[in-house]
Structure formats: C-alpha cells, structure tokens
Nanobody, 124 residues
Framework: QVQLVESGGGLVQAGGSLRLACAAS????????MGWFRQGPGKESEFVAA????????KYADSVKGRFTISRDSAKNTVYLQMNTLKPEDTAVYYC?????????????????WGQGTQVTVSS
C-alpha cells in the first residue's frame, strides 16, 4: 500500500506563487513515476506534470509549461510542484498520484494511488 498526502494549497492572488508537496509513505519503489493532476470547478480532471522518481525526467501539460516546476526529494519521499505566475484558471483541487510505470506520463489510467487533494484558489 502507498499513502500520499498533499499539502501547500491555499488562496493566492493572480501572479503569485505556491508550492505543493506530496509526501509518500508505504511501498514506494524508486522505479515508479509520480504525477500531479487537477480538477477545476465544473471541469474534468487534467494532467499537470509528472516526474520519474529516480531519474528526474519530467513532463508538463502545455498550459503550465514555463510556469510550474515538478521536482522530487528522494531522501524525503516527497514530490513538489512549484507554481509561479498563477492564473485564475489554475484554480482547482490538485492531486498527487503514483504511476505504475517508470516514465512520466499524462495518462490517468497509468496512476494507481492517489492523494486526497489540496485546494488551490487563485483570485483575480
């Protein structure tokens, strides 16, 4: 079993920054990738970013490229999402997830463990 706990969400003005963290515990082999997804009000869930747990390869949604950075601290079993230049359309519940593959992927079906989510609200 894998437990994922997100933190760092909150209310921020447009143009501001937030850093989300996802602490993983339980069986967390280093061969799997980790990802962030989000679901805005009235919207479908969408991929945000992903990273290999050990190799540092990353993948981003076009909507966040250049503004968001995903990283990981293997010693702390934690994945981060640094979000800069936030926009009102970034408002969503952000979820951390563990993939069952070893490469960063946007395919939601490739993720088998999910956190409870953390709310990010960006005011205009």
């Amino acid at each position: 079993q894998v437990q994922l706990v997100e933190s760092g969400g909150g209310l921020v003005q447009a143009g501001g920054s937030l850093r989300l963290a996802c602490a993983a515990s339980g069986h967390t082999p280093s061969s799997y990738a980790m990802g962030w997804f989000r679901q805005g009000p009235g919207k479908e869930s969408e991929f945000v970013a992903a990273i290999t747990w050990s190799g540092g390869r990353t993948k981003y949604a076009d909507s966040v490229k250049g503004r968001f950075t995903i990283s990981r601290d293997s010693a702390k079993n934690t994945v981060y999402l640094q979000m800069n230049t936030l926009k009102p359309e970034d408002t969503a519940v952000y979820y951390c997830a563990r993939a069952n593959v070893g490469y960063p992927t946007a395919a939601m079906a490739s993720y088998d463990y999910w956190g409870q989510g953390t709310q990010v609200t960006v005011s205009s």
